[in-house]
């Protein structure tokens, strides 16, 4: 699962994640453009969705950057190996990453739901 709760009274997240109010999302694909650019879209979308931060086009504006990773399935598998690496915008310091491996089945709709379901129900950066 995706995700970046702090459930204990254990070490805390970054500062820079919990107090973000701008994100830049950059696309770090490793397969074809067409399943590259829907990925993206579908992610952003759920992103946007989501409203924890307001969506920004440059590092400048960005106080972080959510920089997205996906490769291809190795098959028989259908999951491709998926990392969210958080940035601080103005220092390129990795703040986080989290590793979730997502269902992208061969079917459309399938692959839809897996990638919200991603974005949806497994992204939740808070304090």
């Not at 702090?6 to 997240?13: E, F, K, L, V, Y």
């Not at 453009?33 to 979308?45: E, F, H």
Request: with cysteine.
């Amino acid at each position: 699962m995706l995700c970046a709760e702090q459930t204990n009274a254990g070490a805390p997240i970054p500062t820079q994640i919990s107090t973000a109010k701008t994100a830049l999302v950059s696309n770090a694909c490793e397969m074809d453009y067409n399943s590259c650019r829907k990925a993206y879209n579908d992610i952003y979308t759920g992103l946007q969705k989501w409203g924890k931060y307001r969506l920004v086009g440059t590092t400048e504006e960005a106080d972080i950057v959510l920089e997205l990773h996906y490769a291809p399935a190795k098959p028989p598998s259908t999951q491709i190996p998926f990392r969210l690496s958080i940035l601080d915008a103005h220092k390129q310091l990795r703040l986080w990453t989290i590793n979730e491996p997502i269902d992208y089945s061969l079917t459309a709709a399938r692959s839809a739901s897996s990638l919200a379901e991603a974005v949806d129900g497994h992204w939740r950066i808070s304090k």
